[in-house]
């Protein structure tokens, strides 16, 4: 059974940067895309970020694009986001989780973390 741990969240101020970091228990980590969704106060769960199993492509949601950068670690089993330019509305759970393909996309993903918060006062 592969788990998926996030770290990293926290609180800081608008305009400040966080990194979060998400490791795989699983054996197989290099073989499946990995991804990076959000939900805020009142809202479902969104999509940010996705990643190849080579770390070659990635994809963005518009509202993140330029801000946030997915990466991976094959060697360390783990996937990172670097968020900066953070504003209040990224104000979220963030959750990584594991998508069924070795190729980025924004559904499919079938194993999920327990999530971490961030918080991004004004």
């Known amino acids: 059974q592969v788990q998926l741990v996030e770290s990293g969240g926290g609180l800081v101020q608008a305009g400040n940067s966080l990194r979060l970091a998400c490791r795989s228990s699983?054996?197989?980590?290099?073989?499946?895309?990995m991804g990076w969704f959000r939900q805020g106060p009142g809202e479902e769960r969104g999509f940010v970020a996705s990643?190849?199993?080579?770390?070659?492509?990635?994809d963005y949601a518009d509202s993140v694009k330029g801000r946030f950068t997915i990466s991976r670690d094959n060697a360390k089993n783990t996937v990172y986001l670097q968020m900066n330019s953070l504003k209040p509305e990224d104000t979220a759970v963030y959750y990584c989780?594991?998508?069924?393909?070795?190729?980025?996309?924004?559904?499919?993903?079938?194993?999920w973390g327990q999530g971490t918060q961030v918080t991004v006062s004004s």
């Open positions: 699983g054996r197989t980590f290099s073989d499946y895309a």
């Open positions: 990643i190849n199993w080579s770390g070659s492509r990635m």
């Open positions: 989780a594991r998508r069924s393909s070795a190729f980025v996309g924004r559904d499919r993903y079938d194993t």
